[in-house]
């Protein structure tokens, strides 16, 4: 793999894991964490309907990557947002 790829491989994932540490933040602060689950659900059903970057593409890769990633943070936000009940 050259230089340049490395790079910009390395600064993706960073970009990622940065994202992830911002959404348990976001999450563990927020007042209402069940109304931001839905507000992300809600966000994510517009930006399906109104097209994204994938669709100028027309690159199946990144849009299946980006179902992906969407898929793992709603799991994500709805593991951290939703309060399980506690077995005793």
């Given amino acids: 793999m050259d230089q340049n790829t490395e ?6 994932q960073a970009q990622l ?3 992830r540490v911002m959404l348990r933040a976001l999450i563990a ?6 109304r931001l689950l839905a507000a992300w659900r809600e966000q994510l059903t517009e930006a ?3 097209g994204s970057a994938t669709d100028a593409r027309r690159s ?3 849009a299946e990557y980006c179902r992906l990633y969407a898929e793992d943070w709603t799991a994500e936000l709805a593991e951290l947002a ?3 009940p506690s077995v005793e």
């Fill in 82 to 84: 939703v309060p399980m």
């Fill in 17 to 19: 894991h940065i994202q």
């Fill in 7 to 12: 790079e910009a491989i390395c600064g993706l």
């Fill in 60 to 62: 199946d890769y990144l």
């Fill in 48 to 50: 399906e309907a109104a």
């Fill in 29 to 34: 602060t927020h007042p209402h964490p069940e």
